[in-house]
């Protein structure tokens, strides 16, 4: 059992930077690919960056490529997401999972945060 928890969202302006992290509780976190989502009202939840279980595979979605960074760290439980230069398209609630591989499909992750709000104004 993994038990995620998201912090960092925010309101802020388009170009501005927030980071997000995702803290887990459970003994097995390490063994685990770590992935970031984000769904926006009215759209289907979407795939952002995913970090293999020993951070050996990376990989983002297009939209993000280049301005967002995913990370973790084994010692503290955590895999954070950096964001820069934001846009308004970027507003979403953002989740991080769990799931066995490094993936950008939703159902290949079993275990989810309950999100945290991301805001960006033009």
């Known amino acids: 059992q993994v038990q995620l928890v998201e912090s960092g969202g925010g309101l802020v302006q388009a170009g501005d930077s927030l980071r997000l992290s995702c803290a887990a509780a459970?003994?097995?976190?390490?063994?685990?690919?770590m992935g970031w989502f984000r769904q926006a009202p009215g759209k289907e939840r979407e795939f952002v960056a995913t970090?293999?279980?020993?951070?050996?595979?990376?990989s983002y979605a297009d939209s993000v490529k280049g301005r967002f960074t995913i990370s973790r760290d084994i010692a503290k439980n955590t895999v954070d997401l950096q964001m820069y230069s934001l846009k308004p398209e970027d507003t979403a609630v953002y989740y991080c999972?769990?799931?066995?591989?490094?993936?950008?499909?939703?159902?290949?992750?079993?275990?989810w945060g309950q999100g945290t709000q991301v805001t960006v104004s033009s």
């Open positions: 970090i293999a279980w020993n951070g050996a595979s990376i």
């Open positions: 999972a769990a799931g066995q591989m490094a993936s950008p499909e939703v159902d290949e992750y079993g275990y």
């Open positions: 459970g003994r097995t976190f390490s063994r685990y690919a």
